[in-house]
């Protein structure tokens, strides 16, 4: 899969070097030689099918680091004629902090929270919702995987799901891990790469305690701070940006991870191995929303659909392939690349099993409670 995503990246190289040198007849820069939109890495764009009617000249995202592919955004931005203004975050604790700051400091007119954060948002009254019949493209979603999402559908449009699990180098870990207990042996220290996620961390923490990952219990709360305190000499870095990128670089042999960062992992190096905790995964899943104070709310709805597109929303299997909701996008994939598709569909660190899905855990709103999670997380970090 290293391969193919490194000739789907050249060949899109090339086709702007013949843009550069005037060999392939086009008109403008951005320009294909059939007028079509062309990005600066040589991905021709997709027309919006429907296209969408709309006042705004520009839109404004908050996003994932590392999440969502730019030939998707540029694209978005040369097909509609507009500017597109991205910002990032590395956590939903920081997307939080940001969003509870109000709508003048905040002149986004799209998030993307995840999991609970989706929840807490909605009853802060920072989401808007959704206008079904401005969403056509609503209907390439996997009906099956967005029970997931159960209500929050009404908020927020789906975006990628997955597992958040164990990886390890099995040419460099003699003991290789099965639970999430097992990351508290010795022969682990300074070796682990940790999402900087305090829900998934303490989360797992609580899993190993035989308790719910959701419990707004103070006692179990102190039991899985306590117990946090004895592994932290075994994390070397928390890396929410690319926790990829100490594992393959080396710098430590476990991980705490997603999925997607998991198996391009193992592209760069075929030795990491991601591993279904004995416990059970903590399921993740997210999507884009509309704040209440959104000053562009209009183009929001053809961002939405744009990115909903099988032609557009494949993209997300080479650049950042978690588990994927887009029916569509999976079948354009089939189609029309195959080797993505089958790198896709036969690996279970991506194409997630049901049982496994099945047998995770899901991170829920704690209402009251994250200020305890909060604290703790503040706490076994100093």
């Known amino acids: 899969m290293k391969i193919q995503r490194e000739i789907h990246r050249l060949g899109r190289l090339v086709f702007v070097a013949f843009l550069l040198l005037g060999l392939v007849g086009c008109s403008a820069a951005g320009s294909g030689p059939s ?35 730019a ?18 975050f590395s956590s939903n604790e920081e997307l939080y ?14 998030i993307h929270p995840s999991d609970y954060m989706i929840a807490v948002l909605i009853r802060d009254g920072i ?11 609503s209907k390439n979603l996997d009906a099956g995987l967005l029970k ?45 790469v940790s999402v900087d996620d305090s829900r998934v961390v303490i989360g797992a923490a609580l899993l190993t305690l035989g308790y719910d990952i959701n419990t707004t219990d103070e006692a179990q709360l102190e039991e899985a701070k306590q117990k946090l305190l004895e592994l932290m000499p075994n994390i070397r870095v928390f890396d929410s940006d690319s926790p990829k990128t100490p594992l393959v670089a080396g710098d430590v042999d476990l991980g705490i991870v997603w999925n997607g960062e998991a198996f391009l992992a193992k592209q760069e190096n075929p030795a990491l191995e991601y591993v279904f905790p004995k416990e059970g995964s903590i399921i993740f899943y997210d999507g884009f929303s509309i704040p209440v104070s959104a000053p562009h709310s209009d183009i929001a709805y053809a961002w939405f659909n744009y990115l909903l ?24 994939a089939k189609e029309n690349h195959s080797d993505v598709y089958e790198a896709y569909i036969s690996s279970s660190i991506t194409n997630t099993p049901a049982d496994i899905f099945a047998q995770g855990h899901d991170v829920m709103d704690v209402g009251s409670a994250l200020s305890l999670y909060d604290q703790i997380w503040t706490e076994i970090k100093q």
Not at 38 to 67: A, H
């Open 309 to 332: 597109q099988g032609d557009v929303f494949w993209l997300t299997l080479v650049d950042y392939p978690y588990t994927n909701p887009n029916k569509a996008a999976l079948d354009f």
């Open 97 to 110: 902090t940001k969003m509870s700051l109000g709508g003048d400091v905040n002149p986004y007119d799209v």
């Open 71 to 88: 030939d998707i955004i540029d694209c978005f931005g040369l097909v509609y004629g507009v500017d597109v203004n991205v910002d990032y």
């Open 127 to 137: 989401l808007q919702k959704l206008d079904q019949s401005k969403l056509p493209n």
């Open 148 to 192: 997931a999402y159960g209500d929050s559908v009404n908020y927020v449009v789906p975006f990628q799901m997955g597992t958040q699990a164990i990886v390890y180098n099995s040419e460099t870990v003699d003991t290789p891990p099965t639970s999430w207990a097992d990351l508290w042996s010795t022969e682990y220290e300074g070796r682990i």
């Open 35 to 69: 007028g079509e939109s062309v990005t600066s890495s040589g991905f021709v764009c997709p027309e919006p099918s429907p296209r969408m009617e709309f006042e705004s000249t520009e839109i404004n995202i908050f996003t994932w680091t590392e999440y969502v592919p």
